[in-house]
């Protein structure tokens, strides 16, 4: 199964997650698939007990590992969330699919993405399944992305398996 976004997906989450004001310039629209998002800076912490209190479970078992306070470059990102066809692959066998320019996506651009989406009224791209991301939570786990009972939830998941189908890969990469 392959899941794809309409073309023109694009969000403010800083405004939308109340890190700031809205941008005065209109967000370029992605190609088909692909989701544009404007982040201002902020990690999977501050997300988490600052923005998204209700959206997100509160969880701390990361809060050890410094990726979860870690914070990227503001500005925008394309992502790819899922990268079809990803599902029922191992994390090795899902990297191969990442396009020139791309990386696995730091869970914060994810969780920002999946959550400006619901903000929208928009459809959850994973449409119930989870999401790969670049942080590794222990050896041979992964952090992983899903919505459960209508909170986003953090959670590691092994990469060397194929899960039946319900763990994808997405992808980010900064905006030209």
Known sequence: ??????????????????????????????NPGEIVIRYGGWSLQELRAKRAPGLMWDQSWHDKYPWSSEKLPSGLYVLRLPIPDSNR?????????????????????????????RLSGGDDPLRGDWTHC?????????????????????????DGYPFGGVVW?????ASA
């Open 1 to 30: 199964m392959s899941q794809t976004l309409t073309a023109g997906t694009a969000f403010d989450a800083v405004s939308l997650l109340g890190f700031g004001a809205k941008s005065t310039e209109p967000l370029p629209q992605g």
């Open 89 to 117: 692959k191992t994390f090795d066998q899902q990297e191969a699919l990442l396009l020139p320019g791309e990386e696995t996506a730091h869970v914060v651009l994810a969780a920002s993405a999946l959550l400006a989406i």
């Open 134 to 158: 670049q942080e590794q939570a222990t050896a041979g786990r992964r952090v992983v992305l899903a919505w459960v009972d209508g909170r986003l939830f953090v959670f590691d998941y092994f």
């Open 169 to 173: 890969l997405s992808s980010a990469r």
